[in-house]
């Protein structure tokens, strides 16, 4: 029997059609693998193909030190609600990552303040919190030398929603890519043993991201709502009764505020258009798929929302979030239904 080293899964020769596939009987990647590695073609999806319920009892059963890992672009997403009663209180390191995506002039200290805060409010409890990404001064080292005084000889198991960015971090621990990774949820298939500097370390298959942009959009417009570089704060100053449109994904209607400036934080290929709100309709039904890209095949939804914070954002799940300012009264923010929006205090 042999497992494949990217994804974890075990190979077979006999069906196509069925994950764990290879035509080559002396590899040490399936077919799917070999495809996203070297052609970046995703011949198989599985991003709703993972029981999220067997992966967490699975952890739950099993001995060893976790390391969560979180989104830090796509924060809310990241979390899992009773992450502690799931893995029997075992203790749990969060390790924010994709700090490559946020401006340079958000400290760590900050980043690390807001997530306390925001795990405080979910009721998540950890022993540690990290940040770090794949590019820029990521203290592989010294992130490898500390997990491993914590696992203490014990196992170090690497979970988090699909997508997070797991066998990433794995990779760049290890300083080689071994195991695979994409931009297509559902990557890692199951558990899959590494050992890098004498520790065993175990990447997981990602749980499922519901209610989120990545989720909804087809496959092939992924590269228009994953960043890949750093954000550029978009700032644009409004009017009274102004409207925004997300592509075709969402759009904002700003019906009571004074002269006001709004930051977005989103990937450089949403493309943001603004008109009056008396012909955002109009021009919503009749540039939808055509100038408004990518759409979603989800019913749109309008909730009406006062600001409480003096900045606050408005998070739209795999898509990235708008910070907008208390002297904005009322606002109007349509979106896909089956797309979780969160308001928060402000990030950044
Ligand atoms: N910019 C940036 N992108 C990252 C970073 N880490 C991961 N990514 C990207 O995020 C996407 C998902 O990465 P994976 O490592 O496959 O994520 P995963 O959590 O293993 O995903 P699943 O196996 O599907 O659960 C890929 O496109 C990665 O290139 C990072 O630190 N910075
Ligand atoms: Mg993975």
Redesign the pocket.
Known sequence: MTICKGCGVTIQHQNKDEIGYSPKTDTLYCQRCFRIKHYDDLIMSMKTGINPYDVLSKLSNSKGLIIW?CDLFDFEASMIDGLNRHLNNKDIILVG?????LPKEVSNNKLISFIKERLKERGIKVKGILI????ENNNSDLILELLKSHANKENIFVI?K????????LNMLLKEDVL?????????LDFNEIVIGNQKFV?T??IEVKNSMVMLVEEKHLNYI???KKIKPVVFQLENNQSLAFGGLVRIDFIECEKTSVVIYMSDKIVIHRTKVENADKLWEKHKGHLLVPTVNSKIVTTTVKPIYDKTDIVIDGLGWICINKNIKQIKVSYPKDVNITFRKAMI
């Open positions: 890992i990552t994709k700090r490559d995506l770090t990404s794949d590019k988090g699909a997508n997070a960015g797991k066998s990433t971090f695979t990774k994409s931009r297509y949820p559902g990557t890692t990447d298959p990602g994953i960043p890949t």
